[in-house]
């Protein structure tokens, strides 16, 4: 899409990653920078931190470099929608990458690459189901979560509360706990 875009010969990508530490995160930086080497496109991969104001600056610097397309995995959903918008009016194309931005944003991104969130939580669901299925037994269960600010997040608990309900095993959900961070070591603890 962005070669149907330009008259130039190289083409240019901002990636804005919401953050590097994450083995997903890895996974897209590696993948995404074989396929730009394999095309030949000038791909710029940015490090948002998971925090959302490092990510705007960086989105900013993306527009005033007019870069060809741009593709966000959001750090927090909800802090992209006048980001969107701003991207948008340059004429530069989005593309969403892992988790969709917040509704609002719908008009401004050109496309979405990801999964369905609320899916995530029937599947977590459906993973304890086949682990305790003969067990009897009632499950207790604790629920770490990612960031309040983020709609994937939103989504995959909305999705999992509800699975809970219709599971085929009695699952008690003692508690939900927020990470703040996208951290191992915090959600483990």
Request: with cysteine; charged share 20%; net charge negative.
């Amino acid at each position: 899409g962005a070669y149907a875009e330009t008259d130039s010969e190289e083409i240019t990508i901002g990636f804005l990653f919401c953050g590097f530490d994450t083995p997903s995160a890895q996974a897209g930086v590696n993948a995404s920078k074989a396929r730009a080497d394999e095309l030949g496109v000038n791909l710029i991969q940015l490090d948002g931190e998971f925090n959302a104001q490092v990510q705007a600056d960086q989105a900013l610097q993306l527009i005033s470099m007019g870069v060809d397309a741009i593709i966000v995995n959001a750090a927090f959903t909800d802090a992209f929608t006048d980001l969107a918008r701003q991207i948008s009016e340059a004429g530069i194309p989005l593309l969403a990458w892992c988790q969709r931005l917040s509704p609002e944003t719908d008009e401004y991104v050109d496309c979405f690459v990801g999964v369905d969130d609320t899916l995530c939580g029937p599947w977590a669901i459906s993973a304890i189901e086949d682990a305790f299925a003969d067990s009897g037994e009632e499950i207790n269960v604790v629920e770490v979560r990612g960031a309040l600010g983020s709609l994937c997040y939103n989504n995959r608990h909305d999705g999992f509360v509800n699975a809970i309900e219709d599971s085929s095993v009695q699952i008690n959900l003692l508690e939900t706990q927020v990470a703040e961070s996208v951290n191992a070591d915090e959600g483990q603890t």
